[in-house]
């Protein structure tokens, strides 16, 4: 009894993040990912479950949930307990795209879950098989005005997809869209020639743009890619102001005690830190950003708005 008095003295006398991290967490944490095991984003999961696993004492697992396009492991997130020990990594489309392309979504993702950490970014690159013969974006675009072009992408709603549907936009022009299960099967029908382009990440086909199968015209973020260091960005291939980056994000569901909260702001902040793990993520062409929460929430609400505007139009639809 005494030692137990003496234990819940000197936990009163911490501040209460230390006096958390004594006590918590009591049990295994768990890391929803809402994409199918073996993309980067599970594979980065896997790898920070481990860093974190190190570090709180307690196991911390990836629990794949799978579907309409991230929304169901969002949804197993928000029927989670708001005790801190399930939280979700997930690509910000299920949060900044979702609630303007899915009418009974069934969540208000900025309102029900509170983000803890801006993980990192990736961008996308439009690329085209060599074959076509089209070696900058000013000959794809003046093709696809003379001739009504295919596109690929991973499905409906997918970054490549948004990709296009924003480009083609600025572009002016109109392309037919072939979605795919998964970005494997639209880059092998884009080497083939089945298809005329893709927006897809560096990594979906570096092997392809080494090999010359491949022909990379622009990237979509702001700056150019380390990987790629002279293909131009799409600002500098003509389009003023185009800025395209999906942000990696961690989230709670939002009823998570604020104390809990910060908690794991400051353990990710260490784990991501790691040099070994930020270099990783860098192998899965995802940009460490490694921001708090504050910072997370304003990327989202800003992509959010953007995405608002963009799919105003009805370009992409889903079922």
Known sequence: MTIHRRSLLSLAALSPLAA????????????????????????MARVLAEQLSGRVGQPVVVENV??????????????????????????ENAITVSPHLYPKLGYEPLADMTPVRLVGAFEQVLTVPASSGIRTVDEFVRKARETKLSYASAGNGS???????????????????????????????????????????IGGVRPHLQ???????????????????DVPTLEQAGFAGFSL??????????ATPQVTREYWQ????????????????RQLDTRMINSDGAAARNWLAQSSGRWKTTLASGAVKVE
């Not at 980056?245 to 939002?254: F, Q």
Request: glycine residues 10%; hydrophobic residues 50%; charged residues 15%.
């Open 245 to 254: 980056s999906y942000g990696y994000v961690i989230t709670v569901p939002k």
């Open 211 to 229: 090999s010359g199968k491949l022909v990379a015209l622009a990237v979509s973020g702001k700056e150019r890619s380390p990987e790629l260091p």
């Open 159 to 201: 970054p490549g997809h948004l990709a296009f549907v924003a480009f083609a936009a600025r572009a002016g022009i109109d392309a037919t869209h072939v979605p795919y299960r998964g970005n494997a099967p639209a880059v092998n029908d884009l080497l083939a020639g089945h298809v005329n382009a893709a927006f897809v990440v």
């Open 66 to 91: 799978t579907g309409a396009n991230g929304n169901l492991g969002v949804q197993a997130l928000l029927r989670a307990d708001p005790d801190g020990h399930t939280l979700l990594f997930t690509a």
């Open 20 to 43: 958390l991290a004594q006590a918590f967490p009591r049990k295994p944490v768990k890391i929803i990912v809402n994409f199918a095991a073996g993309g980067p984003l599970d594979v």
């Open 266 to 281: 400051e353990q990710l902040r260490q784990a991501l830190d790691v040099p070994a793990l930020a270099a990783r993520f």
